[in-house]
T-cell receptor, first 113, second 114 residues
Framework: QQPVQSPQAVILREGEDAVINCSSSKALYSVHWYRQKHGEAPVFLMILLKGGEQKGHEKISASFNEKKQQSSLYLTASQLSYSGTYFCGTEFRSGGGADGLTFGKGTHLIIQP | KAGVTQTPRYLIKTRGQQVTLSCSPISGHRSVSWYQQTPGQGLQFLFEYFSETQRNKGNFPGRFSGRQFSNSRSEMNVSTLELGDSALYLC?????????????FGEGSRLTVL
């Protein structure tokens, strides 16, 4: 099941904050966040694991609510370089193995000077 | 160290033809995943290979197939191309698919079906 991301798009001024949400209807093992700039490959930002462990980017934070099967990505004091499309990828586990990442449709973030 | 390399970068095919795309993962990475990216649909998982074995498969018709070689390089094949197969096909490699970790994406192969 593809996770649902919101909002679909957001336009901010440089220095403003943004929150991107990702929700799943299925119990999650981990949530992954990637950013893709136009014409480039997606780049890893962060992984949040069931149980609270978090690995990733220094200037971007995220949360993972296991009860609600939701994750939120927080971009504070946004910079022009933050513009791009953000994807959350959800991972489930069944039978002890990973089921592969399922990505949402993405959130387009535009930062204006 | 070299990143994920995908070839060809661009290709144009006509309906009914078949296409083979290639992916060379980062040295030492044994897991390769393939994704289809289209406007409005995001990244859709095709399949994942590890040590020459398909570990997971997405919800795509049997026209989409793949394989992995002993050197971890991977190919995906789409037969009997349809207009809706036009997309950016991304390959990603990782060290170990059994442990959550970073995916390293290639720049993709952009397929246009006429």
């Amino acid at each position: 099941q593809q996770p649902v991301q919101s909002p679909q798009a957001v336009i901010l001024r440089e220095g403003e904050d943004a929150v991107i949400n990702c929700s799943s209807s299925k119990a999650l093992y981990s949530v992954h966040w990637y950013r893709q700039k136009h014409g480039e490959a997606p780049v890893f930002l962060m992984i949040l694991l069931k149980g609270g462990e978090q690995k990733g980017h220094e200037k971007i934070s995220a949360s993972f609510n296991e009860k609600k099967q939701q994750s939120s990505l927080y971009l504070t004091a946004s910079q022009l370089s933050y513009s791009g499309t953000y994807f959350c990828g959800t991972e489930f586990r069944s039978g002890g193995g990973a089921d592969g990442l399922t990505f949402g449709k993405g959130t387009h973030l535009i930062i204006q000077p | 160290k070299a990143g994920v390399t995908q070839t060809p970068r661009y290709l144009i095919k006509t309906r009914g033809q078949q296409v083979t795309l290639s992916c060379s993962p980062i040295s030492g990475h044994r897991s390769v995943s393939w994704y289809q990216q289209t406007p409005g649909q995001g990244l859709q998982f095709l399949f994942e290979y590890f040590s020459e074995t398909q570990r997971n498969k997405g919800n795509f018709p049997g026209r989409f197939s793949g394989r992995q070689f002993s050197n971890s390089r991977s190919e995906m094949n789409v037969s009997t191309l349809e207009l809706g197969d036009s997309a950016l096909y991304l390959c990603a490699s990782s060290l170990d698919p059994t442990s959550p970790g970073e995916l390293f994406f290639g720049e993709g192969s952009r397929l246009t079906v006429l």
